[in-house]
């Protein structure tokens, strides 16, 4: 069973992972970092949950929340890798056309 300050806990974590949410739907990823270190918190004071308050219908569902934030994380992660990548095509091909030479030199046309 759940002590009073672990739903306390529970429900201000679940505050923070719905902010965390729409920071990454939004794309406002650069604010995330404001609200990391008190998700930190709430999650130590969690730490000694014994397993049958760990199974608890409250924490399954912060977890599932987090799992779901996880997989948007990784998506913007992915996204700014590939933004970055086209970035540095388009600056690559700014600078000229790369060939090779007779000697399998790269040469800058």
Do not use: W
């Not at 930190?40 to 000694?48: P, T, V």
Request: proline share 1%; hydrophobic share 40%.
């Amino acid at each position: 069973m759940l002590s009073r300050k672990e739903k306390t806990v529970l429900n201000r974590l679940r505050i923070i992972i719905t902010s965390e949410r729409d920071l990454l739907l939004s794309g406002e990823l650069s604010d995330l970092s404001r609200i990391l270190d008190e998700k930190a918190k709430l999650l130590h004071a969690l730490s000694d949950l014994t397993d049958a308050e760990f199974a608890s219908a409250e924490v399954s569902q912060i977890s599932t929340l987090m799992k779901e934030n996880q997989n948007f994380l990784g998506s913007a992660r992915r996204g700014l890798e590939a933004a970055k990548s086209r970035i540095d095509q388009i600056t690559e091909s700014s600078h000229g056309f790369r060939t090779y030479t007779k000697e399998l030199s790269p040469k800058l046309l």
